[in-house]
């Protein structure tokens, strides 16, 4: 780890707004050094998506809830308005001296207020209008190197993923009892299906895995192992008892302790990337995220997929399949290679941070 500069008082108050899962992750480690470093801070949580306000409560923090997640196009312009307005109301009584976010919402209550935002985006322009009613708006944006469009000189790469926020070595030890506590026995394979609901803002379009498809995997997956579902969406009674059991903040593990992770999840494919377990991704953003396209073309760390393609998915889940071993040993070399070659995105934050608030 680098030396970086100190923040500027150690009594610092930082708002954090949160609208996914994955954004708790993400920025609830740059909490955590901003918290060591005597800061104070807040969040803006977003009941009804899926578990940001239960992992925002098993990190013990304090929380708003700003919003409600909308569950369609009218609902998430209506969710937006309202949370536009709850997180300037937030802003004004909290007085932030910085406010982090990958949301539209932290970045508008910021600029009315001329309250220094940074707005991390992988997605960047590709997730369409969330990121142009944001990001041009924000005093720093922050992606991955892997976003090769350049967004002016507001614009700060990281050399890594967002999934190293939260999943780097030297933050994430995956738990050993996570396949004692699942009920799975010594020498049976566990699989994760993971299964997108699609009600996100850049989602509207977008589409994922038959009910059908869904059958037929776990026609291939059952006889070899047990088979375990992550699922953004209420399951129907016959898949019900199948429902990942623990709770969401030991997600990593069970995914750290997959022997293969297939969904049509964007992000989950992706941490199981970076922990090192094969995954394979079927949906329509197969091949439109330059940071997941870097980690298969690259790395060889997922395997994305169109709906167009599905012979070519099935094949490739039997092709897997027939060979878990080697496809793990593959993963595990290019997650080191990866590793070897990343640096510490939480680092480049802390940088940032200073930068702005200085």
Not at 276 to 292: E, F, L, V
Request: contains cysteine; proline residues 6%; glycine residues 8%.
């Amino acid at each position: 780890m680098r030396a970086l500069r100190p923040i500027p008082s150690p009594m610092m108050k930082v708002l954090i707004d949160a609208v996914h899962p994955a954004d708790v992750w993400t920025l609830g480690a740059v909490e955590d050094r901003l918290l060591d470093a005597g800061a104070e801070t807040l969040w803006l949580s977003r009941p009804g998506k899926d578990s940001v306000v239960e992992l925002i409560e098993a990190r013990g923090r304090q929380h708003v809830r700003a919003s409600k997640a909308g569950t369609n196009t009218l609902g998430l312009a209506r969710e937006l308005i309202v949370r536009d307005f709850r997180a300037l109301r937030t802003v004004r009584r909290f007085r932030p001296d910085l406010v982090l976010t990958r949301s539209p919402a932290g970045v508008h209550s910021a600029r009315l207020t001329r309250t220094p935002v940074i707005y991390d985006t992988d997605d960047g322009h590709v997730a369409g209008l969330l990121f142009w009613v944001a990001g041009p708006l924000a005093n720093i944006i922050a992606s991955p190197t892997a976003t090769k469009k350049s967004y002016g000189r507001k614009h700060r790469r990281y050399r890594g993923y967002k999934e190293l926020f939260y999943l780097h070595p030297d933050r994430f030890t995956p738990d050993p009892s996570i396949r004692s506590d699942l009920g799975v026995v010594d020498g049976q394979r566990l699989f994760l299906l993971r299964l997108t609901a699609f009600t996100a803002s850049h989602d509207r379009s977008e589409a994922g895995m038959t009910r059908a498809q869904i059958d037929r995997l776990l026609g291939k997956l059952s006889p070899l192992g047990r088979v375990i579902i992550s699922s953004e969406s209420d399951l129907p009674p016959d898949l019900a008892d199948m429902r990942v059991p623990t709770s969401p903040e030991r997600f990593h593990s069970v995914l750290a302790a997959a022997d293969l992770v297939i969904g049509d999840s964007q992000t989950v494919c992706s941490e199981a990337g970076v922990i090192g377990t094969p995954s394979i991704r079927y949906n329509t953003w197969a091949g439109r995220h330059p940071y997941q396209v870097e980690l298969e073309e690259r790395w060889g760390l997922t395997r994305a997929f169109l709906l167009s393609d599905e012979s070519d998915f099935f094949a490739e889940v039997d092709r897997v399949l027939g060979d878990l071993p080697g496809a793990q040993a593959t993963h595990a070399e290019g997650r080191a290679r990866m590793l070897e070659w990343c640096g510490d995105p939480v680092d480049d934050l802390m940088e940032w941070i200073s930068e702005l608030t200085s």
